[in-house]
């Protein structure tokens, strides 16, 4: 059989390859001294990880870099985390750093790690888990310890932005040995009660071993069981506990975990302020829109209508009180004249004249002498009455 024939480029690619295939070293923790420590103006870190029996070249980016807590130097013993994979312009196998702490508490970093990746695993960090912060609490919880500064901070900071808020303190050790008995203790007499709106759990700063206490599992269980919403005030700005993730809400400090908690009656007063005036000037605004509109309808107004019609029935009452005072002259002028025509022609007029009417009292007026025959009984009306007439001759 012949033997294969690979350039250099080839064979280090292919080591390369086999490296990263293995899935042991794709996420691996490795204990070592610093020796040639170089830090790169680009700032990526250049170290070399030694122990009795060997040594190891290992590089970490800025970006990682950028979360390291501590100043590497050379001689300080370390526990660092990466992958491993060849450099193949060299053909060497290196570390590339993700994370790295010191040694002498790199057994409760590999600790929280674990416990981190396995409650991530159990959904406890997420996010559409976390109930919502109350925006106007009357009463807030806190569980920390009453002899640290994190205490007085949180009760400073609500009573000045938000006097109106009541603060209930759980006294709780916060770290050492019963101190993450004491936490869940408080948390669950919190939610046995249900005592206030928010919760605050947390302490002041320090090393990880004094925040240990809020990196237990107890703790993280009873936070993520909660009813009332809680926000985590664990250590400083750079401190991470397995509780902050657990919790509805991280602080980065007790401070600002009050400044979370709670409003700002300034902010408030002055958001108040501002809606008064919003307020009222949408009332001008929306009167003189009213206005213009109604400036812009006054031509098509009924009332103007209403007006033409009543002033034109005032004119046609006019006319008809004209037309009938006219009608009625003419009427009585005709009248007048028929009234002298039948005067005229009236029996009483002929009467008033000297003339008499003859009634016999069975055929009706007389109008013949051979009609009177001796003995008739008749009647004479004369123009002042009537008188029974007998005929003697």
Not at 231 to 252: K, M, N, Q, W, Y
Not at 255 to 274: C, D, K, N, Y
Request: proline residues 4%; glycine residues 8%; aromatic residues 8%.
């Amino acid at each position: 059989m012949e033997p294969l024939i690979a350039t250099v480029s080839q064979l280090n690619a292919y080591m390369k390859r086999l490296v990263e295939g293995q899935n042991a070293l794709g996420d691996i923790w490795i204990k070592g001294e610093i020796s040639n420590f170089k830090e790169h103006y680009s700032g990526h870190l250049y170290i070399t990880l030694k122990d009795d029996g060997g040594v190891l070249k290992a590089v970490m980016f800025k970006s990682a870099a950028a979360g390291l807590t501590f100043k590497p130097e050379d001689g300080m013993k370390v526990l660092a985390r990466g992958r491993i994979s060849v450099y193949e312009q060299s053909g060497t196998y290196q570390l590339y750093i993700n994370e790295m702490t010191p040694d002498g508490v790199g057994e409760l970093y590999i600790a929280y790690e674990k416990l981190k990746k396995r409650l991530a695993e159990e959904g406890l960090f997420d996010e559409n888990k976390k109930k919502p912060i109350p925006r106007y609490p009357e009463k807030i919880g806190v569980v920390t310890a009453t002899t640290g500064a994190a205490v007085r901070d949180i009760i400073n900071v609500i009573t000045r932005r938000y006097p109106y808020c009541e603060i209930i303190i759980y006294p709780s050790l916060v770290q050492g040995a019963g101190a993450k008995e004491n936490i869940v203790e408080a948390i669950e007499y919190f939610n046995e009660h249900n005592l206030c709106d928010t919760l605050i759990v947390g302490r002041g700063g320090g090393s990880i071993e004094d925040l240990w206490a809020f990196n237990e599992e107890e703790v993280a269980r009873a936070i993520y069981a909660s009813k009332i919403p809680i926000i985590s005030a664990v250590g400083h700005e750079t401190d991470f506990t397995i509780a902050d993730f657990c919790a509805d809400l991280r602080a980065p400090t007790p401070s600002a975990a009050a400044e979370i908690a709670v409003p700002s009656q300034l902010e408030l007063s002055a958001a108040i302020s501002g809606m008064r005036e919003r307020i009222k000037t949408a009332e001008i605004n929306y009167i003189k829109k009213l206005r213009l509109t109604c400036e812009k309808l006054k031509p098509k107004s009924p009332q103007n209508k209403i007006d033409d019609m009543r002033q034109r029935c005032d004119n046609m009452l006019h006319q008809a009180e004209k037309s009938f005072r006219l009608t009625a002259a003419e009427k009585r002028k005709i009248m007048s004249e028929l009234c002298g025509k039948l005067d005229a022609m009236s029996p009483l007029a002929v009467l008033n004249r000297g003339y008499a009417i003859a009634e016999d009292e069975e055929k009706g007026i007389i109008r013949k002498v051979g009609d009177l025959t001796a003995g008739k009984i008749f009647k004479l009306t004369l123009s002042d009455g009537s008188r029974k007439c007998e005929v003697k001759e």
